[in-house]
């Protein structure tokens, strides 16, 4: 059998999505590199995986990436500041 479609932090290939996630130059305040992202991973249904994720929280790059349900944009931030 295979794994969920619907890749969630306790899901075998979480840290392989991070760190595709990680490459994204910033934030955009979307979830479009996470789709991304998830797309790169086989077997995995991105739209279903983003709704489930928005439900924890995770309504943008930033927000998935470093801490669902938390609403920051510390990433996005910093990326700015350091421009
Ligand atoms: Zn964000």
Do not use: K
């Not at 760190?19 to 789709?35: K, Y």
């Not at 983003?50 to 349900?69: K, V």
């Amino acid at each position: 059998m295979s794994a969920s479609p619907i890749l969630l932090p306790d899901h075998p290939r979480w840290g392989e999505f991070l760190a595709a996630l990680s490459l994204a130059p910033r934030c955009l305040r979307t979830t479009e590199h996470a789709r991304a992202a998830l797309e790169s991973i086989p077997d995995i249904d991105a739209a279903a995986t983003l709704e489930a994720l928005r439900a924890m929280g995770g309504r943008c790059d930033c927000a998935i990436l470093y801490g669902l349900g938390e609403d920051s944009h510390a990433w996005a931030a910093g990326a700015a500041r350091a421009v």
